[in-house]
C-alpha cells in the first residue's frame, strides 16, 4: 500500500489516466473494426472511406502515446493491402 502523500497521488493519477487511455484504445478498435466490416462485406468503397477514417485515429492514438508506432503501422499496413486486394 502506497504510504507517502506522491505515492498515493501518483495511484490515484494511474487510475486516471488507465481510464483515458482504455476509452482512446476502444475507439480506435471501433474505427478499426467498421473497416474489417466493410472487407467482410466486400464493399470496396465504404472500406476506403473506412479506411481514411481510422488512419487519423491510428495517429492520434500514436501521439497520445497508448500505441507503438510501429504497431499503428502495423496495422495501417495489413489493412491497406486487405482494401486495395479487394
Given at each position: 500500500?502506497?504510504?507517502?502523500?506522491?505515492?498515493?497521488?501518483?495511484?490515484?493519477?494511474?487510475?486516471?489516466?488507465?481510464?483515458?487511455?482504455?476509452?482512446?484504445?476502444?475507439?480506435i478498435?471501433?474505427?478499426?473494426?467498421k473497416?474489417?466490416?466493410?472487407?467482410?462485406?466486400?464493399?470496396?468503397?465504404?472500406?476506403k472511406?473506412?479506411?481514411?477514417n481510422?488512419?487519423?485515429?491510428?495517429?492520434?492514438?500514436?501521439?497520445?502515446?497508448?500505441?507503438?508506432?510501429?504497431?499503428?503501422?502495423?496495422?495501417?499496413?495489413?489493412?491497406?493491402?486487405?482494401?486495395?486486394?479487394?
Amino acid at each position: 500500500m502506497a504510504n507517502t502523500p506522491q505515492a498515493k497521488k501518483r495511484i490515484r493519477r494511474n487510475d486516471r489516466r488507465a481510464e483515458v487511455n482504455g476509452a482512446r484504445m476502444s475507439r480506435i478498435r471501433s474505427f478499426v473494426k467498421k473497416v474489417e466490416a466493410a472487407i467482410e462485406g466486400g464493399d470496396k468503397d465504404a472500406a476506403k472511406e473506412a479506411l481514411a477514417n481510422a488512419q487519423p485515429e491510428l495517429a492520434r492514438g500514436v501521439a497520445r502515446g497508448v500505441l507503438h508506432k510501429n504497431t499503428a503501422s502495423r496495422k495501417m499496413s495489413r489493412l491497406t493491402k486487405r482494401v486495395s486486394a479487394l
